[in-house]
């Protein structure tokens, strides 16, 4: 049995399901010509939140704790950057970092410490590669070009289906 409790795994997975619906819906309906501009603070909030609750749920490794805490105030940035609260360069770039980072190395390490297993786990650890892709570029380290949209894509895609397997483990057990 996975060490993190499953009743805040299945939390996690509702707020991974709410930022997965509303980053695919801020990827897609521009192709239909709406411009939904707040959606993308919504889903960096639910990911905050997915990501505390995770943390807290966490029990055997303070790296996991600390990393996943570190992501979720990178995206704590984002949501304040992304809803027109001005704030200085550097605090969005330190956000982008920090919410890169820390989703990337907390959901390894939870996969690697097992307290996230199967399915849910390697979901987890591909979605938050697609984070740090999608974070980097918007910070310019690179340029996606015309594949932006598809990392967009790709990342609600990873949120949803990661939150819907966090979910089922929840009611297989």
């Known amino acids: 049995m996975a060490a993190l409790s499953r009743s805040r795994r299945a939390t996690a997975g509702i707020a991974f399901i709410v930022a997965g619906a509303a980053l695919l819906l801020a990827a897609l309906l521009p192709f239909v010509g709406v ?4 959606l993308y603070p919504i889903a960096y909030a639910a990911i905050t939140v997915g990501l505390v609750i995770l943390a807290l749920g966490a029990v055997t490794s303070a790296v996991t704790k600390v990393a996943l805490f570190a992501g979720a105030l990178g995206w704590a940035i984002l949501v304040l950057t992304n809803v027109g609260i001005a704030v200085p360069g550097v605090v969005g770039t330190i956000g ?3 919410a890169a980072l820390g989703t990337l190395v907390g959901a390894i390490v939870l996969y690697t410490g097992r307290e996230i297993v199967n399915r849910s786990a390697i979901a987890f650890v591909v979605t938050a ?3 740090a892709l999608f974070l980097l570029s918007r910070a310019g380290l690179f340029s996606l070009g015309q594949f932006g949209e598809i990392v967009t894509i790709a990342l609600g895609a990873g949120f949803l289906i990661t939150g819907v397997l966090f979910r089922q483990t929840e009611r297989k057990r």
């Open 96 to 98: 982008i970092v920090l």
């Open 35 to 38: 411009s939904v501009p707040w």
């Open 129 to 131: 590669i697609i984070a």
